[in-house]
């Protein structure tokens, strides 16, 4: 599919997302079915991961859930209620508790809470000595509506609460839902059952939402300190005593193979609920080790929400394009004769990369299964052979860049051994149209420079106007010109100006990001600020050629640093960053000024006990302490663990750099 195509077909999507998500969340009168809504998010989302050219500051991947509404005063939640990471087979379960392994350096006996995924509005509820005193509900996931009395309206949420072991202060989390039953009398008034439960718990007057047969399940706690609780299924034997409802098929499982044979079987019974459900949840049962591994950023590492089968169909490929990305990737999508998979019209699929074509056979007129697994992005299953044409003809991947011609490579992992599976296209600079555009995109993006206004559609429109070349045409523009132009009118020039000039204050790790260097992602880029301290040091290191000195910083390895050299060898780049360092404000990174180790730095040689070392290493930072990769007169402390490195401890002694065991680095942080 072309690249034109992509973006047409995610701007429609986008369209519809922003539309439906006004009728449903402001105007409480949606038009789909709540399935067909989830759908259309969930591609926009995957369309994002898949293409990442692809962004826009009204995407759903800028937020968790929905802004709260303006009819209702907004509150901030104690503890975030983040969405869970989803997982659609056995393999991706496996990952799942093998991160939590990786994390914990260690393999344990797990327990998982399980439960079913009942598809409702999740709500917040406070108690302060007993008594129920705020309710809200999701929101954004960092900001909830404040629908107290519109709860207080649920008979399944209790209104005081005097068992003596409640605690004091409590934020009681759950999901409203109606039953089937109750929505067949209401099913003229509302799309579906969670359509009718989000409509109910919005009205202005509770007196509306009384007249709905709202129903209430507890499942877990935001904000809670308490010692005494020591799993997940002993919090849900507690809130079934302290009054509230819970799930009947709540129950405590070991072992991977026994949470697939029980989603097997619960999928196949969920039709007799008297709800509905999309999935199970799996939560490590233990709190103390929820505690241990937190979260990322936008849902926790110890629980997963395993999805019900996927939905597949037959259709015909009608052509193959490449799709070109920032980093030069080459991506083949595959035309199809639209079909209706799961309630959604899908006219492409991914071919994820040429070795895939090569090994599925695929060519130009088969008729292919595209699956959308758990509704991600489509993609091409197999082939049906006795469908092939005698003529067919196979797939020639191009050699060269389709956008500029330059050669396309598969680069070589020394780590594996092997040839990836992308090819790319070589051009590192602006010269390749395709890859200058998406490079721009990327630079404007949220996470990078955060200029809203200038959106993917906008910078393909200044492009085609000669009007943006390289990023800091953007700080050049002529809104002159611009407002002549054809939707773009006085306000609209006035915010993107706005806009643009505050971008020019950024902190150097999100400049670092912004620049578009492979391989260095926020979290690298946070690293690489850290240790530099200032654009005008790290162009030093840019211009002394001196690239190899980062190898100091933990988390910065071979890869990073060969690819920040590939980039700066291209001249144009290095003037690209080296004008935008005159435009912009680039302040230093802010960290943490009073934590236990504040201006101490830290190596680690030797396996630690019970902890990895992103966790050490996350504790360290988390204190305003520092990481490094070697031994070296900048380290303050050595830290041994089992089986430590002779030679680091040797130079470490030499250079008089002080050793710690890991109980005595522990007992800096008490």
Avoid at 129 to 147: H, K, M, N, P
Avoid at 260 to 285: A, P, Q, S, T
Avoid at 437 to 446: G, N
């Amino acid at each position: 599919m072309k690249h034109n195509e992509v973006k047409k077909y995610y701007e429609k999507k986008l369209n519809e997302f922003i539309k439906h998500n006004k009728l449903y969340f402001e105007d409480s009168l949606p038009i789909i079915s709540d399935n067909l809504y989830d759908k259309i998010k969930q591609e926009i989302l995957d369309l994002e991961k898949k293409y990442t050219f692809l962004k826009s500051a009204s995407s759903p991947s800028n937020s968790l859930g929905y802004a709260p509404s303006k009819n209702f005063v907004k509150s901030r939640h104690r503890v975030r209620m983040l969405s869970l990471s989803n997982a659609f087979n056995n393999e991706d379960l496996e990952n799942f508790e093998k991160k939590i392994f990786n994390y914990l350096n260690k393999k344990v006996d797990l327990e998982y809470s399980v439960e079913p995924k009942i598809d409702g509005i999740s709500a917040s509820l406070t108690y302060k000595d007993g008594l129920f005193t705020v309710g809200t509900s999701r929101g954004d996931g960092t900001t909830g509506e404040v629908i107290t009395e519109n709860l207080k309206t649920i008979k399944d949420i209790p209104k005081k609460i005097t068992s003596k072991d409640f605690p004091k202060d409590i934020d009681i989390r759950g999901e409203v839902f109606i039953t089937k039953d109750d929505f067949e009398k209401l099913k003229n008034n509302f799309a579906n059952p969670r359509n009718a439960a989000s409509g109910s718990l919005r009205q202005k007057n509770p007196e509306e939402t009384k007249k709905i047969p709202l129903n209430f399940i507890a499942y877990t706690y935001g904000y809670f300190e308490s010692d005494k609780i020591k799993k997940q299924s002993d919090f849900l034997n507690s809130l079934k005593k302290w009054g509230f409802k819970t799930n009947d098929y709540n129950k405590v499982l070991k072992t991977i193979n026994d949470l697939e044979k029980f989603h097997k079987k619960f999928e196949n019974d969920r039709f007799d609920l008297e709800y509905d459900v999309d999935g199970l949840v799996y939560k490590i049962d233990s709190l103390e080790l929820q505690k241990r591994l937190g979260f990322t950023a936008n849902s926790p590492r110890w629980a997963i929400a395993h999805k019900f089968s996927a939905d597949s169909a037959y259709s015909q490929i009608r052509d193959i394009s490449i799709q070109i990305g920032r980093t030069g990737a080459l991506t083949p999508v595959a035309r199809i004769k639209p079909v209706n998979i799961g309630g959604v019209v899908v006219s492409n699929a991914t071919l994820h990369n040429e070795d895939e074509i090569i090994r599925k056979d695929i060519r130009l007129g088969d008729t292919v299964k595209v699956e959308r697994a758990g509704d991600v992005i489509p993609h091409v299953i197999l082939v049906d052979l006795k469908k092939r044409e005698k003529k067919s003809k196979k797939f020639i991947f191009p050699k060269n860049c389709p956008s500029c011609g330059s050669e396309t490579i598969k680069e070589f992992n020394k780590t594996t051994k092997k040839y990836d599976a992308v090819r790319r296209c070589t051009n590192e600079g602006y010269d390749c149209e395709k890859i200058a555009i998406e490079k721009i995109k990327h630079f404007i993006s949220k996470d990078a420079m955060n200029i809203d206004g200038l959106g993917k559609k906008v910078v393909e429109n200044f492009w085609d106007l000669n009007l943006i070349r390289f990023p800091q045409d953007i700080y050049n523009l002529d809104y002159n010109k611009i407002s002549n132009l054809e939707g773009w009118g006085n306000l609209s020039v006035s915010n993107l100006k706005y806009s643009i000039d505050q971008s020019k204050k950024v902190s150097l790790d999100k400049f670092l990001y912004a620049i578009g260097v492979r391989h260095i992602g926020i979290e690298n880029a946070k690293l690489l600020a850290e240790y530099v301290k200032s654009i005008k040091n790290f162009l030093g290191f840019v211009n002394k050629n001196n690239l190899n000195e980062f190898l100091n910083i933990d988390g910065i390895g071979d890869t990073q640093i060969n690819s920040l050299k590939k980039f700066f060898e291209n001249k144009s780049n290095y003037k690209i960053v080296e004008k935008l360092s005159s435009l912009l404000n680039i302040s230093d990174l802010k960290l943490n000024k009073y934590g236990k180790l504040l201006n101490n730095t830290f190596m680690f040689t030797g396996k630690l006990s019970n902890m990895s070392r992103a966790e050490a290493k996350s504790l360290i930072e988390k204190n305003s302490g520092s990481v490094v990769s070697s031994v070296n007169k900048k380290l303050k402390y050595l830290i041994i663990g089992e089986k430590p490195t002779n030679r680091k401890v040797e130079q470490a002694r030499s250079l008089g750099i002080k050793i710690l065991s890991q109980k005595e680095w522990l007992s800096l942080l008490d």
